[in-house]
């Protein structure tokens, strides 16, 4: 489930990598039509911001 999203998310991070998980988690809901629970969204972020690249 988590290779739906990994992408967004990655992109997001990359833009502005202190987002809050939670508005990450909204924006995948609101703009991409995502049905993930926040908790699922919350993990992959804290794992992926150490290896996200700002800016690139």
Same mark, same amino acid.
């Given at each position: 489930?988590?290779?739906e999203?990994?992408?967004?998310?990655?992109?997001?991070?990359?833009?502005e990598?202190?987002?809050?998980?939670?508005?990450?988690h !909204?924006?995948? =809901?609101? &703009?991409?039509?995502?049905?993930v629970?926040?908790?699922?969204? !919350?993990?992959? =972020?804290? &794992?992926?911001?150490?290896?996200?690249?700002e800016?690139?």
């Open positions: 489930m988590t290779d999203f990994a992408p967004s998310v990655d992109s997001v991070l990359r833009a990598i202190q987002m809050k998980a939670a508005v990450i !909204e924006r995948l =809901v609101a &703009e991409y039509g995502f049905t629970v926040f908790q699922r969204v !919350e993990l992959y =972020v804290q &794992e992926a911001r150490p290896r996200v690249p800016n690139s």
